[in-house]
């Protein structure tokens, strides 16, 4: 009977990382939401691309 405990402890360790987790995705996600980080990629003018292409 004393794996049966040691296994559900293992288990609880584990959701509890995994919990933490994804506690630790939403701060990153929020941290970066708040910082203004752009939405949409640049985009380059016509003029932009030209100028790259013939350096």
Known sequence: MATRSRTTFK???KEMARIEKQRDKAAKR???KES???NEPE???LEEAAA???S
Do not use: E, N, V, Y
């Open 36 to 38: 203004g980080a752009p």
């Open 11 to 13: 288990k609880r360790q």
């Open 43 to 45: 985009i380059m003018s």
């Open 52 to 54: 790259l292409r013939f």
């Open 30 to 32: 929020a941290q970066k």
